[in-house]
Structures are given as structure tokens and as C-alpha cells.
């Protein structure tokens, strides 16, 4: 069975497919919109092992033309030189404007892949076709492409909506355990900040912490809903001028866990995790959310494996200092999203910097 | 006297303002679009030292924060290394979303400005203010931005349209008089492609080769007419769907030429003049075009002081083989722009390439 849940954008909409086996369907689907011959497909090298020649013999089978290249894996490559050998490529193959970029792998190769395509020519077609988790229900949907500073996560990128974002749950079995956790991260926030029927179906599930023992219907629903969601917000709020701010929940904190630690002791679910106990204590502080949601929040984080406590040695004003450098920041206020109900949230930037400092140090670690 | 201009977007439409002194009206012009008081003013050595201060003070009195840097100049460095540079200062100065990078200076300065204001944080506004000609009535309009890749010309880059563009024709006393000839190239195109009256204005006028002869009335119709058809274009096909590759007339060949010579030889707006020779006369062979308005045109470029030779030992294989690299090839065929009359232009790809040979070895120098 096909889910497909519709992207709905002024300049192009575009489809997010969603079915067991779809890798298999990659060309067919492609050829339906109507794309001409060249691709060049990017991936890293784990991911094009297992899945690349598929992928591959799926595009030929639809007459496609397709070069590949693979990227070392890690966000401490998601840099303009790995962003450069995506360009050269490109080059060597003469793909034109009409050509396509098809980014195969989790985050950091969507990102990368999406800002190349966004950049190469002022702008080709990409598809993305995620294998990670997080990025099936965030980073591939949306347009957000972008690589890092080497003082800043996401400081470097563009909006460049993909044609097609193609999800093959099956792909999801050969997920790294760490890495199924991290992607539990966003679909816990999509409960909290937009669908509290998510977050009840994963509260009445007895584990969540890895894939195996996660029943395939919650799979199913995770995977649908977390889309939809996601869809819902940037079809009204394209380049966040608003609404789509409230995808950031957890973030704020986040990004500033994730630069601190060298993007290497937590990963970006993690941190986003931890993000989400923060906030939800801040917006408890304030009045905002009553004790207890927060205690279910918490209590789903935990049960996704997720920590909920600062890694063991992060300096705290550290992460306010770092705070001041996030892209949300605006006249030096920095912008917090902050549940009021679960599935509900709201966009503030007035939260007393003492109370940042007393939240974070009732979390460590 | 101002001149004002609309370029009309769906998206955000913005204002090409002309008027001598226009430089100390920056700072008010800014204000009136709202812009917040971040400001990052990238130039290069010789411009900042000329126009620098002018425009800090007009910005400050205007109660902007504003830091500079500048670049090296050249075409040669009009590649991501600068980019990085621009993104260093706009970190270290905690640039925000909300806040302006100001483009002072010719084409490099003003696609680098634009691109590094397109990618920075997904996108933050940009102003032009063009201090060359070519700049003026070209490059600074129409939101395309971007970097050269070592072996090709603009192959990186995004559209990004500016807030506003600023035009003071008094910079021009102080542009070097091959760089005002270069920008000629463009205004003649308008000439031919769009614009019949501008094309006889400048037929009429005895000279046209450096600024200083040419009459200031003249100056300011070559200004206005230039950048008015430019936005006619630009705001009937923001993104190059259509109608906007007509603006590429001279620039298929042109390309090649500048591309070929290391872009050292010739410099932009001599290879247009070139490449408007070249195409003038495939027009004419294949019959589109009278023999009697080549010689028009081709006199025009001769009286603006521009080549209209290839240069020495240029190889024309090796214009023919670039030519497969170019932005507009699709589907491996090469486009060109060529006129019917002077002000009409039609777009093909059905050039055969032993016309193109035999064209270009009547131009060998």
C-alpha cells in the first residue's frame, strides 16, 4: 500500500511516497514527473552498499542516466568541500538544468545533496530518498539544504524544495539502534508540538526504543502522521516566516548541545531530546505547560532511549553564550518555542536568561 | 532628479533608483524599506577607498550598525573561497536574518555580496550599489548571484533577488575607461534586443567610447533605458523560464571566449561584443537576420571602443567544446539568442555547428 501525503507550495508542490518496497519504484515514480535522463545520485558509502545498486537498476530501468558519488559520512563533513566534490561531479557529467540530484542517506547527505542541487546551475531538480528515520520525517521534507560553519551548525544553505521525497520503510531495519532513537526525537516532537494522537499512540506502546520492537502499524503511523505533520506546517509557512518557526521546539537548546559537544558526544535527535526537556521545563517555569505534561514528555523521551540530562561536562554558559549565535536569534533575542498543551505550542522571546541557567542546571548530567 | 524603476515579483518587487549624488542618499533609502541595523558593506580595496566612507557615513547617519570587509578584485577570485570569507565576518559580526548585506562595488563584488546574502542562513536581504556600468544596468539586477567553478563561469550560484538597487551615475567619472567600454557591450545589447530607440540614440552620438564624450542626457537615457528593459525582462521571467534567455544574447559565445582566455584576456563585456558579432552573423547566414543590421550593430561595438575580433590564437574547437558546457545546453543542445530586427530577438537551439565554425573563423583576428 501507498501513502502519499501532498506538499502544497505556491511555486511547486510535490508528493511525499511512502510504501514498503518503494526503492524499487524510484525511476517509475521519477519518470512520472516528467524528469529528464541525467542523475546523479549522492549517497555515503554504508548507505550505497546496501541500498545504492537498487536505487541504481531502479533509475535504469526507467531510462534514466545515472552517476553516482559517495560522500564521507558524518555531520564534521557536511562542509563546502564535500559540497565542492558534489560540484565536480556534476561538472565531469555536464549535468544541465533539467538534470537531477538524487540524495540517498540520512540528514547529512539530504542536506548536502539539496544544497548542491540548489546551487549547482542556480538551481536543479532534487529527489530526496531518505534511509534514515529523521530524516523520513524532517530533514528530507521541507527545502531546508544547508551545510555547516565550522562555528555554527547550518549557518551556510538555501530553500530548495525537493520534486519527490521517496520512503521505503523496509530501509528502516538496517538502521543503526543510536540512530533509530535519534529520529524518535523529531516524532516525539511532532507529538508535542502538533498531533496529540501521535503522542498518545506512542505513549500505549510498550517500547519505542528500537525498531525491531516497535510494531509495524506504530511504525506505519510514526511515519504518516510525522510526514503529515511536517507537510501541514511548511504548506502554510514555506521560509518560516512564522508558523513554520514551531519546528525548532527543542532546537534552540539543541543546536547549542550539539555545537558545543563537537557534533560528536550527542547526536542531532539526542540533542533535540534534551532540547525538549529543556524547553518543556522552561515553559513550566513560566506557567506556560502544567508539571505533569512535562513529566510525559519526559517520561516518552526516556522510553525512546533518548537522554534527558546534559552530557557530562558542558559548560552552562557555554550554551547561552552559544545561543546568541543560532539563526533564530533576532535583535539579540533568542526566540524559544514552548508547549502550552500537548499538540500545541507557542513562539516567545521572552524567557528571562536566569531561567535558561536554573532550567539546564537541575539537568546535568 | 531621481529615476525610479520597479522590478515587479511576485515574491517581493523592489526599486532600481537612479540619481547623481545617490550614494549619500543610501543610509534614507534603506530606512524607508525598514531594514534592520546589521550591515555588512563588502566592496573591494580600490572602491572602498574611493566610495567607502561615503556610504558607511550615509548608512550611519542613518542610525545602521554597519562592519566591512573587502575582497580582492578580479574575476579570479570570484570563487567559494570568498564566499567563506564574507560568511567569517558575518559570524564573527553575529549577522541575523533580519539583517542587510550592501554590495559596493562592479559585478565580482555584487554576485559574491548576492550569493553569500542567498546562503547565509538560508537567506538574509541584500542592496546593491553598482559603481561600473555593466553593473549598473546588468549584474546588480535580476536577483542572479553567484561564483565561478575553476573550470566554467557562474556554474555556482543561486537567484536572489537585492531589496534595492542604487545607482549613482557620478561613480562612473572614476571607472577605468575599458571597464566603461565593457559595459557598453550591455547597453548595446538592450539596443538590439529590446530597445530600438536606445540602439538609434547611441547610433546618433558621435562618440561612445569613454565616458568623459559622451553627453551626460545620453548617460542618463543609457541608464535608465538599460536598466528599465532589464526589469521588463527580469519581472516577466524571474528565473530563466523563458523569455529572460533572451538577456544571453553575445553571451553564448561570450562565455566560451572568456572562458577559454582564462578570464584574463578579455574581460566580460569585451567577450559580449564578441559573442554579439558572432551571433549577428549566424543570424544573417541562417537568413533571420538582414546583412545591413549586423553592420549596425557591428559599427555600434566599433565605436564603443570594444573588439569585435577574436582574440589572437584563440582555438575554435575549443570555443565550440565549451560551448557544451554552458548554463543553457539542454539535452546537449546549445542555445542561442539571435535577432530578427534591432530591438527583436528570437531564441534556438537549431544552430548548425558548421555555421557556428565558419562564423567564427571570418572573426579570427
Chains 1, 2 share one sequence.
Not at 545515472?66 to 559520512?73: H, I, Q, R, Y
Not at 506502546?205 to 503529515?228: F, G, M
Amino acid at each position: 500500500m501507498m501513502n502519499r501525503i501532498n506538499v502544497n507550495l505556491p511555486e511547486q508542490s510535490y508528493e511525499i511516497a511512502i510504501a514498503s518496497g518503494n526503492l524499487d519504484n524510484l525511476g517509475e515514480q521519477m519518470s512520472s514527473l516528467q524528469l529528464r535522463k541525467k542523475i546523479l545520485l549522492v549517497s555515503n558509502p554504508t548507505i550505497f552498499k546496501h541500498y545504492g545498486e537498487r536505487a541504481i537498476a531502479s533509475l535504469k530501468a526507467a531510462n534514466f542516466e545515472v552517476v553516482s558519488c559517495t560522500l564521507p559520512p558524518g555531520e564534521r563533513y557536511k562542509n563546502l568541500n564535500s559540497i565542492q566534490k558534489i560540484y565536480d561531479v556534476a561538472l565531469e557529467n555536464r549535468l544541465e538544468r533539467s538534470s537531477t540530484m538524487v540524495a540517498l542517506g540520512g540528514g547529512v547527505v539530504g542536506d548536502m545533496t539539496g544544497f548542491a542541487a540548489a546551487t549547482w546551475l542556480r538551481g536543479i531538480n532534487v529527489v530526496q530518498v531518505p534511509t534514515t528515520l529523521l530524516a523520513m520525517v524532517d530533514s528530507a521534507i521541507g527545502g531546508k539544504t544547508g551545510v555547516n560553519h565550522p562555528q555554527g551548525k547550518n549557518l551556510i544553505g538555501a530553500f530548495h524544495q525537493p520534486r519527490l521525497v521517496l520512503i521505503d520503510p523496509e530501509v528502516l531495519k538496517t538502521l543503526p539502534m543510536r540512530e533509530f532513537r535519534a529520529g524518535m526525537a523529531e516524532v516525539i516532537k511532532y507529538g508535542v508540538i502538533w498531533d496529540a494522537e501521535l503522542f498518545a499512540q506512542m505513549e500505549a506502546s510498550k517500547n519505542l526504543n528500537q525498531h525491531r520492537y516497535v510494531k509495524p502499524e506504530l511504525i506505519d503511523s510514526i511515519l504518516t502522521r510525522s510526514c503529515q505533520a511536517k507537510a501541514d506546517v511548511v504548506s502554510k509557512d514555506e521560509k518560516e516566516a512564522g508558523l513554520r518557526a514551531i519546528l525548532n521546539y527543542g532546537h534552540t537548546i539543541g543546536h547549542a548541545v550539539e555545537s558545543l559537544t563537537g557534533y560528536r558526544l550527542v547526536n542531532h535527535g539526542e540533542a533535540v531530546g534534551i532540547g525538549m526537556v529543556a524547553a518543556g521545563q522552561i515553559a513550566a517555569e513560566l506557567g506556560m505547560w502544567q508539571k505533569e505534561d512535562t513529566q510525559r514528555q519526559d517520561a516518552l523521551i526516556a522510553k525512546a532511549g533518548l537522554p534527558t540530562k546534559l552530557p557530562a561536562g558542558v559548560d552552562i554558559e557555554g550554551i547561552i553564550e552559544a545561543l546568541q549565535t543560532d539563526k533564530k536569534v533576532k535583535d539579540g533575542k533568542v526566540r524559544f518555542v514552548l508547549p502550552t498543551q500537548i499538540g500545541v505550542v507557542t513562539v516567545t522571546d521572552e524567557v528571562p536568561s536566569d531561567i535558561i541557567t536554573a532550567v539546564l542546571r537541575g539537568m546535568q548530567g
